[in-house]
């Protein structure tokens, strides 16, 4: 299942997974506290999918930074993939609350549902991949 990455891609594999995974866990969330059972559209997913993309930017770039800082710093892998998933959980939850709120990408009081379906997203692609 996991694949070796080299620690240049490993980030932007991260992140592209976590722009894939995001909407299907959206979906889950909301489906098991509140039984929706609409599917998402194919345009509703590549809503999703764009927003998550667009709002993880300042995310991305500071886990850019962190991530040349901390690969000749942390010796551990498992140690460097915790403080990455916290930094991107941290850096997305500060993103949504920060949104304004007449904003067309602030989720209002779904904000839990979002939250915790990036926060999966990320766990979930940080453990899929391998670093080398």
Do not use: D, E
């Not at 991260?14 to 909301?30: A, D, E, H, Q, S």
């Amino acid at each position: 299942m996991s694949s070796p990455t080299s620690k240049s891609r490993y980030l932007f594999k991260v992140w592209f997974t976590c722009i894939v995974l995001y909407p299907i866990f959206l979906l889950m969330l909301r489906w098991f506290y509140h039984s929706v059972t609409v599917l998402l559209s194919l345009p509703q997913a590549l809503l999703l999918s764009g927003s998550a993309a667009y709002l993880s930017i300042p995310t991305i770039v500071v886990s850019l930074i962190l991530f040349k800082i901390f690969t000749s710093k942390v010796r551990s892998i498992n140690l460097f993939k915790l403080i990455h998933g916290l930094v991107g959980i941290f850096g997305i939850v500060v993103t949504f609350i920060s949104l304004p709120i007449g904003s067309l990408l602030n989720p209002g009081n779904l904000i839990i549902y979002y939250c915790s379906a990036i926060a999966l997203s990320i766990l979930t692609s940080i453990l899929l991949f391998k670093i080398i």
